[in-house]
């Protein structure tokens, strides 16, 4: 499996912008489709934003979408979500995940997750 170090979180007003990285290790990055997931308390994880392994082929929840965009360098084996006009409700846990498979977007189709960084959006 791929190893997987979130950092990037913080604290951020609303309207603010934040940039995640995902620095991955122990397998080709180039094989794994990515994706961003947040977890706040007392809900379940849910999906963010995922790219496919070429970086030809991005996707969004659809309360991110046009706020957030996710990109990757597969020569810094680096997966990156940026993300602007922040509300109070993005406040969460965000996790990168890796897949074998080709658009991933269930957390059961990720094999590979990191430990997770904070972000707190104030109002």
């Known amino acids: 499996q791929v190893q997987l170090v979130e950092s990037g979180g913080g604290l951020v007003q609303a309207g603010g912008s934040l940039r995640l990285s995902c620095a991955a290790s122990?397998?080709?990055?180039?094989?794994?489709?990515m994706g961003w997931f947040r977890q706040a308390p007392g809900k379940e994880r849910e999906f963010v934003a995922g790219?496919?392994?070429?970086?030809?082929?991005?996707y969004y929840a659809d309360s991110v979408k046009g706020r957030f965009t996710i990109s990757r360098d597969n020569a810094k084996n680096t997966v990156y979500l940026q993300m602007s006009s922040l509300k109070p409700e993005d406040t969460a846990v965000y996790y990168c995940?890796?897949?074998?498979?080709?658009?991933?977007?269930?957390?059961?189709?990720?094999?590979?997750w990191g430990q997770g960084t904070q972000v707190t959006v104030s109002s």
């Open positions: 995940a890796a897949s074998r498979l080709e658009r991933p977007i269930f957390t059961l189709d990720f094999g590979s």
């Open positions: 122990g397998r080709i990055f180039s094989n794994y489709a």
């Open positions: 790219i496919s392994r070429s970086s030809g082929n991005t």
